[in-house]
């Protein structure tokens, strides 16, 4: 089935400095990507759709320049967080959609804890 | 942003209970899906409906999309402690780039 691997799955940065999150699907070609934010006990926030070779579609309120997106290719798409700071703090989840028909692979997450 | 009614918002059930949960929308759905979210992971598709009346069944697991396609419910008969999780609907517009429409979850709770 469709793998959508997401790395790192945790990572603790201090306030000031920029993180990267990665995206891939493994076995599948994907031309729309979706990235989310998930505050605890509370349902998936979307933050922005990614979409290969255009720029990304941010949902309002979300502050493209803060959350840099990055969807080089058809297996990969990136989120990195900008000057992040401790209110940043939170689970970011990326999914992919496929090019024919519907896929809705989650990745595993990356708890972000901004210190 | 915009979101479907999921309910119940938390089941506490006995081991070997049947478990029902639903959500509905005013608006009309291509898709519907149901995910589970077990902590610190992302959620994972459990079935996914995509005509209106579709019942599909995944082992113990049973969901139906609505006739007017404005609501979905999901069932999960004689429930086991790997059950135990955080279980999502979610939506997909008409018209749309595959972007989903969430529930806020119900939180299944089994008794020990």
């Known amino acids: 089935g469709a793998v959508v691997s997401q790395h790192p799955s945790r990572v603790i940065c201090k306030s000031g400095t920029s993180v990267k999150i990665e995206c891939r699907s493994l076995?599948?070609?994907?031309?729309?990507m979706f990235w989310y934010r998930q505050f605890p006990k509370q349902s998936l926030m979307l933050m922005a759709t990614?979409?290969?070779?255009?720029?990304?579609?941010?949902e309002q309120g979300v502050e493209k320049d803060k959350f840099l997106i990055n969807h080089a290719s058809l297996t990969l798409s990136t989120l990195t967080v900008t000057s992040a700071h401790p209110e940043d703090s939170s689970f970011y989840i990326c999914?992919?959609?496929?090019?024919?028909?519907?896929?809705?692979?989650f990745g595993s997450g990356t708890r972000l804890t901004v210190v | 942003g915009q979101q479907l009614n999921q309910s119940p918002q938390s089941m506490f059930i006995q081991e070997g209970e049947d478990v029902s949960m639903n959500c509905t929308s005013s608006?009309?759905?291509?898709?519907w899906l149901w995910y589970k979210q077990d902590p610190g992971e992302g959620p994972v598709l459990l079935i996914a409906?995509?005509?209106a009346g579709e019942l599909t069944s995944n082992g113990r697991l049973t969901a139906q999309f609505g006739i007017t396609r404005k609501d979905s419910f999901l069932n999960i008969s004689a429930s086991i402690p790997s059950d135990v999780g955080i279980y999502f609907c979610?939506?997909?517009?008409?018209?749309?780039?595959?972007?989903?429409?969430w529930g806020a979850g119900t939180k299944l709770i089994i008794k020990p």
């Open positions: 999914s992919a959609g496929q090019t024919a028909g519907i896929g809705y692979t």
């Open positions: 076995d599948f070609q994907a031309t729309t």
């Open positions: 990614s979409n290969e070779g255009s720029k990304a579609t941010y």
């Open positions: 608006s009309i759905f291509n898709t």
């Open positions: 409906l995509y005509k």
């Open positions: 979610a939506g997909q517009l008409r018209d749309s780039n595959y972007q989903l429409i």
